[in-house]
């Protein structure tokens, strides 16, 4: 299996600042044939589901603020939130989806 | 609106058995592959399998190959997970997920069932 890693596991970020999450993969998801990184993010935030955000690395999901986006590529990877909103408070995950899905350990947005 | 709507979670003993459903709504439930994604107290995500559109090509994760089950009825647009053998490590909030049209990402869930094991 491939495994996820992110980092941190929590970070605290005022309102209008920059938050970045990074993701590790052991191994590339870079598919070769079709140039493509099989990475998507996910949002969840307290008492709801997970929300799908970036798919292909860098493709946000429609409806998914442009504050939100996604790049990097072979093993590493990195959500970033341009401008952290309130409504940003949540768990951050990555999943692979090179092989047999596997998820990241998440990592906790909070307000500074 | 596409709904997906898990039930059937509960507190069940080691050993006992169980069995999850989604309803689904608001897209063409046979077009899609389908998944049930767990999350166990205070842990990450875990895919556990997915479902083919007709039924027939199924996949599981390792721990739980050969207990559970999967399974889709297109006519009731629901899917199904049935767990046997139930352990302490399968509790867990299951998800049911849908598998977007092209890969193995998820692009729909349900607000999910919890099923706890324990005596």
Same mark, same amino acid.
């Given at each position: 299996? !491939?495994?996820?890693? &992110?980092?941190?596991?929590?970070?605290?970020?005022?309102? #209008?600042?920059?938050?970045? !999450?990074?993701?590790?993969?052991? &191994?590339?998801?870079?598919?070769?044939?079709?140039?493509?990184?099989?990475?998507?993010?996910? =949002?969840?935030?307290?008492? =709801?589901?997970?929300?799908?955000? !970036?798919?292909?690395?860098?493709?946000?999901?429609?409806?998914?603020?442009?504050? +939100?986006?996604?790049? #990097?590529? #072979?093993?590493? +990877?990195?959500?970033?939130?341009?401008?952290? &909103?309130?409504?940003?408070?949540?768990?951050?995950?990555? =999943?692979?989806?090179?092989?047999?899905?596997?998820?990241? =350990? #998440?990592?906790?947005?909070? !307000?500074? | 609106?596409?709904?997906?709507?898990?039930?059937?979670?509960?507190?069940?003993?080691?050993?006992?058995?169980?069995?999850?459903?989604?309803? %689904?709504? @608001?897209?063409?439930?046979?077009?899609?592959?389908?998944?049930?994604?767990?999350? %166990?107290? @205070?842990?990450?995500?875990?895919?556990?399998?997915?479902?083919?559109?007709?039924? *027939?090509?199924?996949?599981?994760?390792?721990?739980?190959?050969?207990?559970?089950?999967? *399974?889709?009825?297109?006519?009731?647009?629901?899917?199904?997970?049935?767990?046997?053998?139930?352990? %302490?490590?399968?509790?867990?909030?299951?998800?049911?997920?849908?598998?977007?049209?092209?890969?193995?990402?998820?692009?729909?869930?349900?607000?999910?069932?919890?099923? *706890?094991?324990?005596?």
């Amino acid at each position: 299996d !491939i495994v996820m890693t &992110q980092s941190p596991d929590s970070l605290a970020v005022s309102l #209008g600042e920059r938050a970045a !999450i990074n993701c590790k993969s052991s &191994q590339s998801i870079l598919y070769s044939s079709n140039n493509k990184n099989y990475l998507a993010w996910y =949002q969840r935030k307290p008492g =709801q589901p997970p929300k799908l955000l !970036i798919y292909w690395a860098s493709t946000r999901e429609s409806g998914v603020p442009d504050r +939100f986006s996604g790049s #990097g590529s #072979g093993t590493d +990877f990195t959500l970033t939130i341009s401008s952290l &909103q309130a409504e940003d408070v949540a768990v951050y995950y990555c =999943q692979q989806f090179y092989t047999t899905p596997t998820f990241g =350990q #998440g990592t906790k947005v909070e !307000i500074k | 609106e596409v709904q997906l709507v898990e039930s059937g979670g509960d507190l069940v003993q080691p050993g006992g058995s169980l069995r999850l459903s989604c309803a %689904a709504s @608001g897209f063409t439930f046979s077009g899609h592959w389908m998944s049930w994604v767990r999350q %166990a107290p @205070g842990k990450g995500l875990e895919w556990v399998a997915s479902i083919e559109e007709d039924g *027939t090509e199924k996949y599981y994760v390792d721990s739980v190959k050969g207990r559970f089950t999967i *399974t889709r009825d297109n006519a009731k647009n629901s899917l199904y997970l049935q767990i046997n053998s139930l352990r %302490a490590e399968d509790t867990a909030v299951y998800y049911c997920a849908r598998r977007n049209d092209f890969q193995n990402w998820f692009d729909a869930w349900g607000q999910g069932t919890l099923i *706890t094991v324990s005596s």
